[in-house]
């Protein structure tokens, strides 16, 4: 921070004979005199030649110094430069009104030499200073601006990769059931579809994306001669494939992320119905979490209309209707609504999410 720089000095006062006396005060110290010779041109001088200190006469036409100064300060190119009030006035009032017009210091005519250059001197010491401090602030709004965006981009890589091994491990308890290959993709699709119209924050729609898909991670753990069972189960095989709410719930329990700690939520109750006859534990309308609500209505949409070893696909008319008859009844009757209201949009992601070869994943990485 240099402080002994040649400075620039503003001199504004109507009087010429001021002006010239000023400046042959001024240059014998190195320093660059502007004059200016009322308000106006004050200002436009010190708005275009940025001195380091303004030396301002009060008594001038126009405009009076404590005009002009409270005009500099209300600019942001001019509001730092320190201004002298130069005045024969000595009353207490007048220098309060010059501080409140935004004056850093006085000079009593008639001026003084000696005073004047300690005046000045203390003055451009503190516009460097106040300049330094200034671009020292704005290398460090650059450097936490860039630290930021470093963290962000590590943090978005992290979340990348826990979204990726989460999609995989839902994959893997897919993997079992191969007509079942892009329920998880779809799901996905439709909750969030639901999250829309529900009117849902983004921050809530977005941990839905992610955590629907580990509704049924919890097969996982059920036995393939269950799972794969081609008809109708039996009791003790219907109490076993129950188990996977219950499992999926356990495998995903003890995070700290949000997004899977939904996802716990989801998978533990995601077959639990409005009218209390679900599982596992019973509950009915709103002691069932949303999010198990909301998923509940898209996985029974889906498993409507996918081929399973147990059953035939129905057409989307059919499995619209069926949704629509079971409103109030298994499903929230606002979901449902809302899900029915959005049928032609389920309808074209029904139809082309098989053939896309868009995943989960680089849904993922568009929203981040």
Not at 112 to 125: F, G, M, N, P, Q
Not at 136 to 161: G, M, P
Not at 238 to 243: A, C, G, V
Request: proline share 3%.
């Amino acid at each position: 921070m240099n402080l002994e720089r040649r400075a620039r000095i503003l001199v504004v006062d109507d009087e010429d004979r001021n002006r010239r006396l000023m400046e042959a005060m001024i240059s014998p110290l190195g320093h660059e005199v502007l004059l200016a010779a009322d308000g106006e041109e004050g200002i436009a001088k010190a708005m275009s030649e940025s001195p380091d200190v303004i030396l301002l006469d009060v008594m001038m036409p126009k405009m009076n110094g404590f005009e002009v100064a409270q005009r500099l300060k209300e600019e942001w190119q001019t509001k730092t430069i320190p201004i002298v009030i130069v005045t024969a006035l000595r009353e207490v009032e007048d220098r309060v009104r010059a501080l409140e017009a935004g004056a850093d210091d006085f000079l009593s005519k008639p001026v003084d030499k000696v005073e004047l250059r300690a005046r000045i001197t203390s003055l451009i010491k503190v516009k460097a200073y106040s300049e330094y401090m200034r671009n020292y602030q704005r290398i460090l709004e650059e450097e936490v601006e860039h630290k930021t965006s470093e963290l962000k981009d590590a943090f978005n890589k992290i979340k990348v990769a826990s979204l990726e091994t989460i999609l995989r491990l839902c994959r893997a308890a897919e993997y079992k059931d191969e007509e079942t290959g892009n329920h998880i993709r779809r799901i996905s699709r439709y909750v969030a579809v639901i999250a829309r119209d529900l009117r849902l924050d983004e921050q809530t729609t977005e941990q839905l994306i992610y955590a629907a898909p580990m509704h049924d991670i919890g097969k996982i753990g059920i036995p393939e001669k269950v799972l794969l069972k081609k008809g109708k189960l039996d009791a003790e095989e219907w109490e076993i494939m129950k188990q996977h709410t219950t499992i999926g719930a356990k495998i995903l329990s003890g995070s700290h992320e949000d997004f899977i700690k939904l996802g716990e939520v989801i998978a533990l109750t995601h077959h639990e119905r409005w009218d209390g006859s679900g599982y596992p534990r019973g509950l009915r309308e709103d002691e069932i979490p949303l999010c198990g609500q909301i998923t509940a209505v898209a996985d029974c949409f889906d498993a409507m209309t996918s081929e399973r070893c147990y059953s035939q696909p129905m057409d989307f008319g059919a499995a619209m209707e069926a949704l629509r008859r079971e409103s109030g009844v298994l499903f929230n009757p606002e979901i449902s609504a809302a899900f029915w209201s959005a049928r032609e949009e389920i309808l074209a992601i029904r139809k082309n999410l098989e053939d896309t070869e868009d995943s989960l994943l680089s849904l993922a990485m568009k929203r981040l």
